[in-house]
């Protein structure tokens, strides 16, 4: 398919978005899943005692974990063109994070809200979770792992809006101390290609970027361009 046609097909995806509202209660109804679920596992798992060890070892591996798996969902999303399935419009409004990468000022506790609403896979995950913890399937431990990196997935969207849009001395402390997502970091993603897609605190960017290398073709030559013939309703003003 030549670049003109991908292009035509973003810009009836991105008709589509706009247009049907029903895309967009769908990702609000993602965000009260989300959240909903992450609620009520921390409400399940707060109780179950694994000591001061434990969650150490918990929320550390959970922190690398979350940084992981949205990396290398990112790294899925950035090269995903199917613009002409039914999730098209979707994955077309996705893309334009690149073409316009600095967002509106929020309240964080909306930016949790509202960015939990892209996370599609992370429903199914959390239900599982919640049905594993329910029947005593996993252990207390491993338990805590998955639950606070379900959480941490979320929080991982405020990481990359701070990054974006805050000069917050407390924000720049903790992405220098690699606690959160580093502007220094996360610019490499957006000034090379295929690199970088980790953005809770990036971390394990060096294993995704082996990843990417071997089965991505990077998108500025590729996504990115399909975008250039779409104009933003900000941008047609």
């Known amino acids: 398919m030549t670049l003109e046609e991908k292009q035509r097909e973003f810009n009836v995806a991105m008709q589509l978005y706009t247009t049907r509202t029903g895309y967009k209660l769908f990702g609000s109804f993602i965000s009260v899943a989300n959240v909903f679920l992450q609620a009520w596992l921390l409400w399940r798992v707060l109780p179950i005692s694994v000591g001061i060890l434990g ?6 591996a959970a922190w690398l974990i979350a940084d992981f798996v949205n990396g290398l969902v990112h790294l899925y999303m950035d090269n995903n063109d199917r613009y002409d399935s039914f ?12 073409k316009t990468p600095r967002y509106q000022p929020k309240n964080l506790a909306l930016v949790y809200f509202v960015e939990s609403g892209s996370k599609v896979w992370l429903v199914p995950c959390l239900f599982c979770l919640a049905l594993a913890a329910e029947f005593g399937a996993v252990s207390p431990l491993l338990l805590h792992i998955l639950v606070y990196a379900g959480i941490l997935s979320s929080l991982a969207e405020v990481s990359h809006y701070l990054c974006h849009t805050s000069m917050s001395p407390i924000a720049l402390r903790l992405g220098n101390l690699g606690i959160l997502l580093s502007k220094k970091r996360h610019a490499v993603h957006h000034m090379q290609d295929n690199m970088s897609y980790a953005f809770l605190n990036g971390l394990t960017d060096p294993l995704i970027n082996l990843i990417a290398a071997r089965s991505s073709r990077g998108y500025k030559q590729n996504t990115d361009l399909h975008y250039a013939m779409y104009c933003t309703e900000a941008e047609s003003r």
């Not at 969650?55 to 550390?60: C, E, L, N, P, R």
């Not at 999730?87 to 334009?96: E, K, R, S």
């Open 87 to 98: 999730y098209g419009p979707l994955v077309a409004n996705f893309h334009l994070h690149h």
């Open 55 to 60: 969650q150490v070892i918990a929320i550390t």
